[in-house]
């Protein structure tokens, strides 16, 4: 299947059976179907504004159905900023052929050839009034179709829905404050458990653990450990008083020293060059030979072990009845997360139900899957009612899966008229997606590995995909004259466990390209936002670092006592999806460090706009997290709370002014993750303006810069 075909069709090229994504109801509602869950990102209202459009019908009279593995496609896990391309083509193609079935229907039915009829508002028309509504025609008939290839769709010029937007579909019952999340789920005889956790990874119970705490029960299995009671706080004061009776042995903290290029060298398990953003087999070749260029600079980037730091932590249910287990959970991925638990269990998956429930948001692989185990585990122990697992703020910050730290090496030549001749970069990073999947003899859940039997942890393994892991936007999207990229993988076999944060690698691999471009614009010369412009060849990637700078008014920041600055940033997210440019505004305290984030700027083109405020949401909520990765996030140790692990307040949340390149006719492109990176590069420039200092590691916190101005004096 050719690349255009697959991405008209998106996820349907797996699923082909159009009953599997659209059924018609007898009141005239049309169900769809998707297995992307909706965590807050708004593609669920995106879905109903295509399936809208295909079907001619209002939007309220679309249902849409979220994942479950009993019910909705398999779509994988939802990431990688694809749900638009992939479960969005689906929609819109299955919701495509179900109105060209109907209307192939009615033209039996009303004796009318099918290009004479028309669709209006849940209804297919011949020209002679006579109609039939979509539930005479297709409620309680299956369609009965398999979707191999593309059928036309409802052109720019025409849409009624698509590229004007509505009101989101998953807000008013939360803004009501219904129990909508995994947290609140009302269950009948719904019970709470809460886990023991060990005071350190890898840890294991020394001694005997009694049967009864207060007034729960206790479930053991192996090293894991549970209780089980009636209210949330009696399942808390028994873990607290089980706690304090058990005796661990062994397990270490992660290396202290973890973060250090030095140290990522010296653990290093894999190399291999990048190009054209896959990992290619063989020795990567020695580094490029720079002499001869007018200007030459040099320098290594750091970006922390990060936390996603979900303001909710991460809960979940599960019911063990009959043999069969159900679970609810705020997982990116119920289908490999019931192959998942049901390999823990020696089940098969069809003894296992995952359902997707709302959760509080999380754009990687938190803990949500561990936590879904944890309840199996309990509720699997002691079939019957339901049980509720909710984690802590403690257990989040101490055990869900951190973002890889990683170091980055650039060096640059540019000849003397201001061209970049040379570019060669080395990655080192640890592991970026260790999500639950079906591995044999292994497994990647927590709960797992303390089972006894144990369950071994599968470990992760170097991948060379394209734009996968730390890779991801490795290879600049600037025509940089010989280039040589170069990524090494780092696994310590520590306890340490990182995986997939929103944007994976590129976060860090588009920070270090846009400072470094500043760095070279200023040891040669230049302007940043003309060096930029010289050497981006795609007239696109132009377009949005142009509209950008039109935006703000120009990199020159107003003057003041304390003069702030401004930077830009730019990335196309993956080097094939949305393109964005970003610029920051921030104020340096000469006598504190402290940088405050003034104002933000963004362009971005994403192709066809579906819903033009969901996409805003997703460019500006990219940038607000960045910045609190860029200004105050960093894991060290085992943080158990904010005040050791610091996010943006909200009170230091900038304006943020979008400007959206809309393209009709063009596909649409995932955005969820295309401004993280350029928002860093573009706050490191900013502070570097502002200061004349150039700040390389991560994150920005005040001690860290002012240090930096100190040196410079």
Not at 362 to 386: E, I, S
Not at 547 to 558: D, H, I, K, Q, T
Request: charged residues 20%.
């Amino acid at each position: 299947m050719d690349d255009d075909l697959r991405r008209q069709l998106g996820s349907l090229r797996d699923h082909p059976a159009l009953d599997d994504w659209v059924r018609v109801e007898a009141d005239n509602r049309v169900v769809v179907r998707t297995g992307k869950a909706e965590l807050g990102q708004g593609i669920h209202t995106a879905l109903v504004l295509l399936a809208a459009e295909e079907l001619h019908l209002d939007p309220a009279w679309i249902v849409l159905e979220g994942p479950c593995t009993d019910g909705t496609p398999d779509e994988g896990v939802t990431s990688g900023s694809r749900s638009i391309e992939d479960s969005g083509g689906a929609v819109r193609q299955a919701c495509a052929h179900a109105l060209a079935a109907m209307v192939a229907r009615a033209a039996d039915e009303l004796g009318v050839p099918a290009f004479d009829l028309r669709a209006v508002d849940g209804h297919v028309v011949a020209p002679d009034g006579r109609a039939r509504s979509y539930a005479e025609l297709a409620a309680g008939r299956p369609f009965a179709l398999l979707v191999r290839t593309p059928v036309p769709t409802v052109p720019p010029e025409e849409r009624r829905w698509v590229g004007h937007g509505m009101p989101r579909v998953d807000l008013a019952e939360r803004i009501r404050g219904e129990p909508v999340f995994a947290q609140d789920l009302q269950l009948p005889e719904l019970r709470v458990a809460r886990v023991v956790r060990p005071p350190r990874p890898g840890a294991t119970l020394a001694g005997d653990v009694p049967l009864v705490a207060g007034e729960a029960e206790v479930v053991r299995r192996g090293h894991f450990v549970a209780v089980v009671a009636d209210t949330e706080w009696a399942a808390e004061a028994a873990a607290e008083l089980l706690a304090s009776r058990l005796t661990w042995t062994g397990g270490a903290p992660p290396p202290p020293e973890s973060t250090d290029p030095g140290y990522m060298e010296g653990h290093v398990v894999e190399s291999m060059s990048i190009v054209d953003g896959a990992g290619v087999d063989g020795p990567p070749p020695p580094p490029l030979d720079l002499v001869g260029a007018a200007t030459v600079v040099r320098a290594t980037y750091r970006k922390p072990f990060l936390l996603h730091a979900s303001i909710g932590p991460s809960a979940a249910a599960a019911r063990c009845v009959d043999g069969h287990l159900t679970v609810w959970t705020h997982s990116q991925g119920v289908g490999p997360l019931r192959h998942a638990i049901a390999a823990v269990l020696g089940w098969d998956d069809a003894a296992v139900t995952v359902q997707h429930v709302a959760g509080p948001g999380c754009y990687g692989h938190n803990g949500a899957d561990d936590v879904a185990l944890d309840a199996a585990l309990v509720a699997t122990a002691r079939p019957g009612p339901p049980v509720a697992v909710r984690w802590t703020r403690q257990d989040e910050h101490a055990w869900e899966p951190r973002g890889p730290a990683m170091a980055v090496h650039l060096a640059a030549g540019v000849d003397s008229s201001g061209a970049v001749t040379s570019w060669d970069q080395e990655i080192l990073t640890y592991p970026h997606s260790t999500r639950p999947v079906t591995l044999r003899g292994g497994s990647r859940l927590l709960a797992s590995w303390s089972l006894d039997p144990a369950v071994p942890r599968a470990r992760a393994t170097p991948r060379r995909s394209f734009e996968i892991g730390g890779h991801r936007n490795a290879d600049p999207a600037y025509a940089v004259g010989a280039r040589r990229v170069v990524k090494h993988d780092v696994d310590d076999g520590s306890a340490l466990r990182t995986s997939a944060l929103r944007s994976l690698g590129a976060f860090a691999n588009v920070f270090a390209i846009e400072s470094f471009l500043d760095e070279l614009a200023l040891a040669s010369g230049q302007d940043p936002v003309e060096l930029r412009l010289r050497h981006l060849a795609d007239p696109r990637a132009r377009a949005v670092v142009e509209a950008v700078v039109e935006l703000c008014g120009g990199l020159a920041a107003p003057g003041g006592d304390d003069a702030p600055g401004r930077g830009l940033g730019f990335a196309r997210y993956e080097n094939s999806m949305t393109y964005a440019a970003v610029v920051a505004e921030v104020e340096v305290s000469a006598r504190t460090g402290a940088v405050t984030l003034r104002r933000g700027w963004i362009a971005a083109d994403a192709g066809e706009v579906v819903d033009p405020d969901g996409l805003v949401n997703q460019l500006e909520g990219g940038f607000v997290q960045a910045a609190s990765w860029t200004l105050k996030e960093e894991a060290d140790g085992v943080p158990t709370g904010w005040d050791d692990y610091p996010i943006l307040r909200f009170s230091e949340v900038p304006p943020v002014e979008t400007r959206l390149l809309d393209r009709p006719g063009h596909r649409p492109m995932g955005a969820g993750e295309a401004t993280c990176g350029p928002t860093g590069g573009a706050i490191a420039n900013a502070v570097a303006q502002a200061t004349g200092v150039r700040v390389r590691d991560l994150p920005l916190r005040p001690a860290r810069v002012l240090a930096a101005l100190r040196d410079a004096l």
